[in-house]
């Protein structure tokens, strides 16, 4: 269970975080949720999907990188072997804490990346800030102001009934059968159809461009069945 506490350079002074990446530090994980405004970055990398959010009554959307739960194919040993990290991995253990308008950065006590020997150093000696922290902090305010827009997107794409649900069928080279399910694209049928309002509508609210990096992402399940295989093979 997280352990959540505000950061403070009182009681967290001596503290550091261990940045390299690895299963020990919670990176076996097969997806990450993302935001439009980084999606032209994770498009490169990763397939983006929707799944339906814990409580069922809406979406977001989340990068793949793996078929099963616990499964990442891009994580060998202490290499996570992708030009791009999603923010909301490379964040880790520090997540946002709202206290009215205010943002304040909260830590994951229990975090296995926290170290009092090793890593990033988050305070100064004397209490001031890491650059590390700076970065952390700027960090955060993107994942914020991303996850801020993230509504408005989904909205879009259910008012225009643009998401469907699919299903994958993977056979591996060992003969092997994976299927992935549970998931949502954009329908791209749908998507031809809509006329020029729509698509107005769309390119004015700023969500063409997010729905094109989508569909761009899918490209990269060709790839991620490639790091199956070489896993099997």
């Known amino acids: 269970m997280a352990n959540h506490a ?32 980084e999606f032209r970055d994770v498009q490169a990398c990763y397939p983006i999907v929707f799944r339906k959010t814990t409580d069922g009554l809406g979406f977001e959307p989340v990068a793949l990188f793996g078929f099963e739960e616990g499964e990442n194919l891009f994580l060998h040993g202490d290499q996570w072997q992708a030009m791009v990290l999603p923010m909301m991995v490379e964040r880790q253990p520090f997540l946002i804490g709202v206290n009215g308008d205010e943002l304040m950065v909260n830590i994951d006590l229990d975090s296995p990346r926290l170290s009092r020997t090793e890593g990033e150093a988050v305070f100064k000696a004397h209490g001031g800030h890491t650059a590390f922290l700076e970065q952390t902090n700027a960090m955060l305010a ?12 989904l909205s879009a794409l259910l008012h225009y009934e643009l998401l469907e ?11 092997s059968q994976n299927r ?13 159809a809509l006329d020029g309002t729509a698509l107005a509508a769309l390119h004015q609210g700023g969500h063409l461009q997010a729905i094109y990096m989508v569909l761009a992402s899918l490209s990269n399940l060709r790839s991620l069945i490639d790091r199956k295989n070489a896993r099997h093979g």
């Open 6 to 37: 505000l950061l403070n350079n009182i009681d967290h002074q001596d503290l550091r975080v261990i940045t390299r990446r690895g299963a020990e530090f919670g990176d076996s994980q097969m997806l990450a949720v993302t935001f439009p405004a």
């Open 142 to 153: 993107a994942i914020h102001q991303g996850l801020q827009q993230t509504p408005a997107f």
């Open 165 to 175: 649900s699919f299903v994958l069928d993977v056979e591996l080279d060992d003969g």
């Open 180 to 192: 992935l399910v549970g998931f949502y694209t954009i329908n791209e049928d749908r998507l031809a």
